[in-house]
């Protein structure tokens, strides 16, 4: 069943419900997971939601990372099952070793909430085949910790790659080396964001409907892999 | 039953940032107190273990140290004092 796409909820995580609908719109089947399942059901992608998680205790995503149900997430994301991350989700990747760095507290100190113009830098990941590159967004950023770090060697690894999947466009929000966004494993089937497209589907409730083609990428990815 | 108190520090790494130093220095300069060239803010976790800390169990504590207390992308670990061992 390709359409079928896990929701992690973890305690304290706000944006599973946003995350579902958006997998409803894009045409997908949410299956809601439980942060503290060790089996991962029948599931073709999985998707690590905003908010927070273990009241964020140590650092973001630091106790959620030995989740019992994230180490069938994990080694199924080595296997190639898509994997996305947002805001807290990217940090409990980062935390998890699926994808380099770390997200720290912003620069300035300041929880930051508006909508954000970002910049698609790669269509070659499993989240974004159906943008185009170059592709300028509008999506909402809400963050109190989400300035991204690595070493110059990771970010120049990173660049050359191509596994710079998005970055922010005009002023930095909350100083993240080169301006990123999110970024993606060798495979390109774990992407990590920082933005929220899960909250940019639907006219009535979000800034654009610029998110909507995260979730439906991931679906065009699944059935072009059968 | 022995106890064994250990003490583990964990600050960010030099070259890593840290805003909330920055803002508890910039509030030093505030109060007065002048001179302060630099203020890196971190944890510490005091931890009583009950029983026997065997090397074993130390080797457990490391390693538990450098990926739960700390992550090793920013942050490095100490283990500062270890009192009460047999």
Known sequence: MTSRIGVVTYPGSLDDRDAARAIRAAGGDPIALWHGDADLPDVAAVILPGGFSYGDYLRCGAIARFAPIMEQIVARANDGMPVLGICNGFQILCESHLLPGALTRNDHLHFICRDQTVRIETTNTAWTADFSAGQEIVIPLKNGEGGYIADDATLNMLEAEGRVVATYVGTNPNGSRRAIAGITNARGNVVGLMPHPEHAIDALTGPTTDGLPFFTSVLTSLLASR | ?86
């Open chain 2, 1 to 86: 039953m022995s106890e064994t108190r250990v003490v583990v520090e964990v600050m960010l790494k030099p070259e890593i940032l840290d805003p909330q130093g920055r803002a508890v220095k910039g509030a030093f300069a505030r109060l007065g107190f002048e001179g302060v060239a630099d203020i890196r803010q971190g944890k510490r976790f005091e931890l009583t273990i009950e029983g026997e800390l065997t090397a074993d169990r130390m080797a457990a504590l490391e390693t538990l140290a450098g990926t739960l207390l700390c992550n090793p992308v920013i942050e490095d670990y100490r283990i500062v004092s270890v009192e009460g061992a047999a």
